[in-house]
């Protein structure tokens, strides 16, 4: 069974920082690509940062590139969201999102293409 569990979240200043985890098991984490998605209350899902299975790529939504960096450790079967110069506009539930891939550079920027979601961990800014 394929488990995603988000941890990490809280409630932040703005220009704070914050950092999220996601803990995968029951999938050989290795051959999977990752993704963070984060949705604010009365918004739909956007993408927030994709990782190929390999450690040495990834892509940001613009409007987090340069203040989050997204990471993995295959041997722990984790991904990291490090979030910075956090602002009210970032506050939302983030999740981190699993799809099985034979692509080494593959990263994948649309939730519909994922296979597997974490339950989401809640960040909030306040001004």
């Known amino acids: 069974q394929v488990q995603l569990v988000e941890s990490g979240g809280g409630l932040v200043q703005a220009g704070g920082s914050v950092r999220l985890s996601c803990a995968a098991s029951g999938l050989p984490f290795s051959s999977y690509a990752m993704g963070w998605f984060r949705q604010a209350p009365g918004e739909e899902r956007e993408f927030v940062a994709a990782m190929t299975r390999s450690t040495f790529s990834t892509y940001y939504a613009d409007s987090v590139k340069g203040r989050f960096t997204a990471t993995r450790d295959n041997a722990k079967a984790t991904v990291y969201l490090q979030m910075n110069s956090l602002k009210p506009e970032d506050t939302a539930i983030y999740s981190c999102?699993?799809?099985?891939?034979?692509?080494?550079?593959?990263?994948?920027?649309?939730?519909?293409?994922?296979?597997?979601w974490g339950r989401g961990t809640q960040v909030t800014v306040s001004s």
């Open positions: 999102a699993a799809r099985e891939t034979s692509t080494y550079g593959r990263w994948l920027a649309t939730a519909g293409e994922y296979d597997y």
